[in-house]
């Protein structure tokens, strides 16, 4: 299953677009311009983020180069530690691109891409509803054994 992630508009520090599948649109984005992924094809696991303590769609880069994937997360993942409480808008501690919800990319330098319904340049709402449907859907086809690729298009 292939994810594209269009990247629309810059506007200061916000960078807004869409995430479409099968030609069919998903949800918006907003990403921090400054810490923003680059534009390539890239592999998506759901992994157990410790932070967050549940499974979260991690982007990979493609093809990872020689490292099996839970290698590869036990190095990145491996200063990470259980926070009391965390919200839709919690900062990971490191750069850790992942798809995530929250209303806004202010504060945002992890790398992540935040889902939801535009309402202005680097704000969305409804961003735990399009994220589960969208974290659905890659943890369905994980499950069916498909590999699940993010493909971020600059416009």
């Not at 919690?90 to 790398?111: K, L």
Request: charged share 20%; net charge positive; hydrophobic share 35%.
């Amino acid at each position: 299953m292939t994810i594209n992630l269009i990247r629309s508009r810059v506007s200061g520090e916000a960078l807004d677009g869409q995430i479409i599948i099968d030609g069919q649109f998903i949800c918006c984005t907003a990403e921090n311009a400054m810490s923003r992924i680059p534009a390539g094809k890239y592999e998506i696991h759901p992994i157990k983020c410790r932070q967050h303590a549940r499974k979260v769609p991690m982007l990979f880069a493609w093809p990872l180069e020689g490292t099996e994937v839970e290698d590869f997360v036990n190095d990145r993942c491996g200063n990470c530690h259980r926070r009391g409480y965390v919200s839709g808008n919690a900062v990971m501690p490191h750069y850790c691109p992942m798809i995530t919800t929250g209303n806004g990319i202010h504060g945002r330098n992890d790398g992540s891409i935040i889902v939801g319904n535009y309402i202005c340049p680097g704000c969305l709402k409804n961003s735990r509803k399009s994220y589960d449907i969208l974290s659905e859907r890659i943890r369905k086809a994980v499950s069916r054994g498909y590999i699940v690729f993010l493909n971020i298009i600059e416009k």
